[in-house]
């Protein structure tokens, strides 16, 4: 079992830059990818980012690509969300998942089996 906590969402202006943060502890050894999700009020969870940590393969939806970038620290099993030139539309809960090996599809959100408890994160002025 791993736990995730995810950290950092907040309130910033159109434009604005925001970091989210998530540690993982428990069985970390299981970890292959780390990755970020969304989820706005009355849509579906969708996917932002992912990072493959060993190697640091890092993989983007195309509505962050070019804003956010996603970083990982294998040996303090964590991972950080650097989002910048942040837009109204960017305003959900994310949330910080992980999995094993799987399949090739980092975006799918059924494929991850740890989740954490999500932070808000608002983008308005």
């Known amino acids: 079992q791993v736990q995730l906590v995810e950290s950092g969402g907040g309130l910033v202006q159109p434009g604005g830059s925001l970091r989210v943060s998530c540690a993982a502890s428990?069985?970390?050894?299981?970890?292959?990818?780390m990755a970020w999700f969304r989820q706005a009020p009355g849509k579906e969870r969708e996917f932002v980012s992912a990072?493959?940590?060993?190697?640091?393969?890092?993989y983007y939806s195309d509505s962050v690509r070019g804003r956010f970038t996603i970083s990982g620290d294998n040996a303090k099993n964590t991972v950080h969300l650097q989002m910048n030139s942040l837009k109204p539309e960017d305003t959900a809960v994310y949330y910080c998942?992980?999995?094993?090996?799987?399949?090739?599809?980092?975006?799918?959100?059924?494929?991850?089996?740890?989740w954490g408890q999500g932070t808000q994160v608002t983008v308005s002025s």
């Open positions: 998942a992980t999995r094993g090996i799987g399949s090739a599809a980092v975006g799918l959100p059924n494929d991850y089996d740890s």
């Open positions: 428990g069985r970390t050894s299981n970890i292959v990818y």
């Open positions: 990072i493959r940590l060993k190697g640091d393969y890092t």
